[in-house]
């Protein structure tokens, strides 16, 4: 079994739904933002958990999961408040309390048991050690999870998006950041700016290839949307620059994730670094088959 368990009975799920894992009491606001401008684009709901962690050798593990969460996990209901109080009552917004020896298990397990479409992360915008990309828990998440995962680099606090750039290199992950990005603008009435880039030193083959993928990026989007091909040595140099004038970055994960072990990608992570937009990276699940959900979480159990 896995080492997490969300409180109370999950619900059959019919339609969409986003879980959002909120930690960070100061991330709260931002990401049921961003959650419920997903979900009303779907017509989904969402779901908030958050997270109490039983170390296996602390004194907590002898206590059931249920007592932990009922007797011993005041401040994670505190932060489960304030993130449902987020919420502007368009979409069905409810919460509760996971625990587990391991936070991203326990995650994923809660994700898996509820049948999210989508799991929302937010992401601190910084490595901590080596071989760590986003940090561990987030790692594993994008990794392991069986279902679509958005991991949110939450940036200055706005009163709204007026603009939401959208970088394009074609991908698995394409339609699912480009339906971010939609879901984002429309909510906002904000316009998608996408954006390719190519070296000066580019040949024809290379350019028309970027072209197609600033086609593909605008046949995805039904909201206001401009196109731009840009020619520079640096691709996070163009980004980094182009999102100054925008309010939000969305990236598709590199195609090349599972492979090299490398799902965010340099360039997301240079511009979270270098931006202090917020960025949100966008992974489609492995398999979007209904056998390949069945075996990602039987593969945690």
Not at 51 to 66: L, N, T, W
Not at 250 to 260: C, D, M
Not at 278 to 283: E, G, K, S
Request: aromatic share 2%; proline share 4%.
């Amino acid at each position: 079994m896995g080492t997490g368990a969300a409180s109370g009975d999950a619900t059959a799920n019919d339609g969409y739904r986003l879980v959002v894992a909120v930690g960070d009491p100061s991330y709260a606001e931002q990401l049921v933002r961003t959650a419920v401008d997903i979900a009303r684009a779907n017509k989904g709901e969402v779901m908030i958990i958050t997270a109490v962690h039983k170390p296996r050798d602390s004194p907590f593990s002898v206590f059931s999961d249920e007592t932990i969460r009922t007797e011993f996990a005041g401040d994670r209901r505190e932060i489960l408040d304030r993130a449902l109080s987020v919420a502007d009552g368009t979409v069905p917004v409810d919460g509760r309390v996971v625990v587990g020896t391991d936070v991203a298990s326990a995650i994923r397990s809660a994700a898996a048991d509820l049948d999210a479409d989508a799991l929302l992360v937010g992401w601190h915008g910084r490595s901590r050690r080596d071989g760590i990309v986003l940090g561990s828990t987030i790692d594993d998440l994008l990794r392991r999870s069986g279902c679509d995962v958005l991991v949110e680099r939450i940036g200055p606090t706005a009163d709204g998006v007026d603009r939401v750039l959208l970088p394009v290199a074609g991908g698995p992950h394409l339609p699912l950041a480009a339906s971010v990005a939609e879901a984002v603008a429309g909510a906002n009435d904000a316009t998608v700016a996408v954006l390719s880039v190519v070296a000066p030193n580019a040949d024809e083959a290379e350019r028309e290839t970027a072209r197609e993928h600033l086609a593909e990026a605008t046949d995805l989007l039904s909201v206001p949307t401009e196109a731009e091909l840009r020619e520079v040595p640096d691709v996070a140099d163009a980004i980094v620059e182009a999102a100054e004038d925008c309010d939000l970055v969305v990236f598709g994960a590199t195609r090349r994730g599972l492979i090299r072990r490398r799902v965010v990608g340099s360039v997301p992570q240079a511009v979270g670094r270098r931006s202090d937009r917020t960025v949100i990276v966008a992974r489609r699940r492995p398999d979007a088959s209904v056998l390949g959900r069945l075996a990602s979480r039987l593969w945690d159990r």
